[in-house]
Structure formats: C-alpha cells, structure tokens
C-alpha cells in the first residue's frame, strides 16, 4: 500500500511565524502536490514538483513556497503565517506511469492566530 | 477559464442507488478521476476515466462523455459508510489535477 505520511494533523501558529508542513511517501513517486482544502471551493492546488530540486507553482502559489531536497520528502513552507492561510493542507504523490493517480496523506489543519 | 461543477449535498436512503453528476469546462483534458473522502480523512481514488463509456468496479461505477464534459458516478447498494464527500478532478496538461467542490453524500437507513 502506498503511504503518504503528513508530520502533523493539526497546528496552531501565530501571525508571522514560519511555518514547515513536512510529506513523506514511501513508494518512490516522482510526483509530489501540494493543495489546501476549504469549505466550498474544493482542493486548490498551492505547488508541484516533478522530480528532486524540481518546483512549480500551482493555481494558489502565493504565501508559499516549497523544497524536495529529496525524492521521497516534500516540505510546504509558510514564510510568514497569516489567518487566511487557516486551512486544511494535504499532500499527495504520484508514479509518473501509474495513471497518474494520486494518494494522498491525511492532512495538516493548520490554525493561524 | 477552468470550471468543474457537482452538486453540493445529496441525501439518498441505505440500499437505494444514487448517480452523483459532474459536468466540467477545461482547457485541457487528459482523464477524469472520482475520490472518496471521509471526514478528517485522506480522498482515496475510487475510479478513473479517459475514454467515453462506462467503467464498472463493483457498487461503484463512473462514467464518462468527452464531448458534453460530463461524468457521474453511480452508487449501488447504498451502504451506511457510504457517507461521504466525493470529489471529481479532471486532469489537466502535466498530469495536475482540477478539483471540483466536491458532493457531501448522506446515507440514511
């Protein structure tokens, strides 16, 4: 089974703090996402990375940025936090041959205050 | 523009059948998928779509019309765990996946 591991399920922050949301897949996908998910509007997609060093921006990049200094880990950085940015935030993968279905992690709720 | 739209909420009874609509406007088309998710948890993949017809995974069936940008999932044997959200993505150029808001099924006994 395909597992996406998120570092935590929830988290409070302040304001301006700086913020990692760590994702670890353990099946050697070379494709890893970012999204945030809130009420109404569906999962949006923030970054994607292709492959090691490797980023995109996705539809909602602002705020964001994002590392894969290694295949398997792919680390959503929040520079400075702010309250829009309370959300839900998954991570998934995917196998480049696979269908390019994707498997998510359970998810991080973040709480800015 | 981009644009996936599936109802918001649905309500159906244990046992029954329910058809769970998506209709999308995409720049680009390269399959669609259908995901389950349940409260507090990760959307797992349930079906996956490229060409037009009907694709059949036991209680579960998804189908697809490329030239009206439509695809519904079909529910049989509606079962209490069945309660979930369902959400219908369209892949785009690269592999990236566009969400629709997805649908908040409730089964009822």
């Known amino acids: 089974d395909v597992k996406v591991t998120q570092s935590s399920r929830y988290l409070v922050k302040r304001t301006g703090e700086k913020v990692f949301l760590e994702c670890v897949q353990d099946m050697d996908h070379e494709n890893m996402f970012w999204y945030r998910q809130d009420p109404g509007l569906g999962l949006r997609l923030i970054y994607f990375?292709?492959?090691?060093?490797?980023?995109e921006k996705g539809d909602i990049p602002e705020g964001y940025s994002v590392s894969r200094e290694k295949k398997e880990r792919f680390s959503l950085i929040l520079e400075s936090a702010s309250t829009n940015q309370t959300s839900m935030y998954l991570c998934?993968?995917?196998?480049?041959?696979?269908?390019?279905?994707?498997?998510f992690g359970a998810g991080t709720r973040l709480s800015v205050l | 523009g981009q644009n996936i739209d599936q109802p918001t909420e649905m309500t159906a009874t244990e046992g029954a059948i329910v058809q769970i609509n998506c209709t999308y406007q995409?720049?680009?088309?390269?399959?669609l998928f259908w995901y389950q998710q349940h409260a507090g948890e990760a959307p797992t993949f349930l079906s996956y779509?490229?060409?037009?017809g009907l694709e059949e995974k036991g209680r579960f069936s998804s189908f697809l019309s490329r030239s009206k940008g439509y695809s519904y999932l079909l529910l049989k044997e509606l079962q209490m765990k069945d309660s979930a959200s369902y959400l219908c993505?369209?892949?785009?150029?690269?592999?990236?996946?566009?969400f629709g808001q997805g649908t908040e099924l409730s089964v009822k006994p």
């Open positions: 998934a993968s995917s196998d480049r041959g696979d269908s390019d279905i994707q498997y």
């Open positions: 779509n490229v060409l037009d």
């Open positions: 990375s292709y492959d090691v060093k490797m980023k």
């Open positions: 993505a369209v892949e785009n150029q690269g592999g990236k996946l566009i």
């Open positions: 995409t720049s680009g088309f390269n399959g």
